[in-house]
Every structure is written in C-alpha cells, then in structure tokens.
C-alpha cells in the first residue's frame, strides 16, 4: 500500500488531544479510496490541522471520513513508513512528535541535498523551468499578501520540488523524497513565525536570479543558509510552543 500511495518522499504521552472533527472532510467511496485516505490524512498532518502528538484512532478517523476502518488502516501503515506517524504497542497511532536533534539531523541533511540539487540545476536547467520559476513566485507572493499559509506552504513545497527535478537526478530526487513530508510538518508552524515567509520569499527571487546566471557556487551557499535559518526558527518556535502570530 506504501509504494502505491506515497510517491515522495521522541512522542508524547496520551494526553495529547484528538484530531478536530473539523480538521478532515467527509470521503465519498471510489476505487482509488485508499489513496485519497492517505492524501488527506497527510494533508492534515502537514497543515498542522492534525497537531504533533494527536493519538490518530482509526475508528474515529473512518468516521470522520465517512469511510470503513480497511483503507484508513492502510493508509495509517503507509504514513508510519514515510515516518509521519507512529506506533506504539498497546496504544495505536499518533501523528510524530520530532525531539530537537531529530530535527537538526533532518535539516542538516536536507541541507546537503538541496544544495547539491542546486549545483546541479545551475548546470542543467532550462530556460522554460527558470520562467516557471519566476512565475511561481507569483503564487507565493499572493498566498502571503492574503494569509494563505496553506497555499504558501504549497508553493513553497512546489518551488523547492522544481529546483530538484531542474538537477535531474533520479536518486537525488528519491533520497530528498525521504525527508520532503516529515519537513514539510515543521515548515507548517515556521510559515507563521513574523517575518519568515516574506525573508524565504526574498531568497526565493535570489536563488532564481542566480540559477538563471548559471551561479553555482553562490547559490549553493544560499540554499544552505535559506535551509539552516529555517532550522533555527524550527528550533526556536517550531518544536515546544506555537510560533507567534
């Protein structure tokens, strides 16, 4: 079930709360019911709508659904393999909790791959990708002028995709795909931290401009630092406490 649902890419005690009844909307049954289980477990996990630590109780998530408790099982198990959810004997699921050297651990590495993906798209990107890119930007920058800090997280998941397949690199890819979720659960509190989304933006427009002269080296040194000062916000706001609004 893992292989066919995910293409991509420590806990707390039972005292943490349960997901919103509100947080996952009703699923009408399709063949491909499994699947858009998974999507939509995941997109509340990665939103931050299903908060770290949730216990996830497969009853009550079928419920929620509208769907049996089969699919939800198996989308559980595929979740637990890209290490988005946990299990704990004799307790059942819970949405990762990330102590703070997991997170440094998984930054530091993402920040080896981004930063190769980079050098490598300075020698391999297209003109039509580079435009893509700047008009993206659009996206982000729509998204933040409005408070969409849903639609800013998926642009900024979107963006940095694009940059790895402009590297083309299958395995790069594949091993960027192992930590792009469990990343993106840390991103969805840092979004809302005061001034990061419009810095991330900036060196957003940066990282283009010099992906388009072709810059590798400079840009290497600006993807590492636009993927480490994303740490330190995780590591100041992102673990123990909501980021201020």
């Not at 939509?40 to 949730?54: K, Q, R």
Request: charged share 25%.
């Amino acid at each position: 079930m893992h292989s066919r649902m995910s293409k991509r890419f420590i806990s707390s005690g039972n005292s943490a709360r349960l997901p919103d009844s509100r947080a996952l909307e009703p699923l009408a049954e399709t063949p491909q019911l499994g699947a858009r289980v998974y999507q939509s477990l995941l997109h509340g996990i990665v939103s931050g709508a299903v908060e770290p630590g949730s216990p996830l109780r497969p009853d009550t998530l079928a419920e929620q659904l509208q769907v049996s408790t089969t699919p939800v099982r198996e989308a559980l198990l595929a979740l637990e393999g890209d290490g988005v959810v946990i299990k704990r004997p004799y307790q059942g699921w819970f949405v990762r909790e990330f102590s703070e050297q997991a997170a440094r651990e998984m930054y530091e590495y993402r920040a080896c791959l981004e930063c190769l993906g980079v050098r490598l798209a300075c020698e391999r990107i297209t003109a039509e990708e580079i435009e893509w890119l700047r008009v993206h930007q659009a996206v982000g920058k729509a998204a933040l002028a409005s408070g969409d800090m849903n639609a800013y997280r998926i642009y900024n998941a979107d963006l940095h995709a694009a940059i790895l397949r402009a590297a083309r690199n299958s395995y790069l890819f594949a091993a960027m795909g192992q930590v792009s979720i469990q990343s993106q659960m840390l991103v969805a509190r840092t979004i809302r931290v005061i001034g990061r989304p419009s810095r991330a933006i900036e060196e957003h427009a940066r990282l283009i401009r010099l992906l388009a002269n072709r810059d590798s080296r400079a840009a290497q040194r600006l993807m590492e630092q636009h993927i480490l000062s994303a740490l330190q916000d995780i590591l100041r706001y992102g673990l123990k406490q909501p980021p201020p609004e």
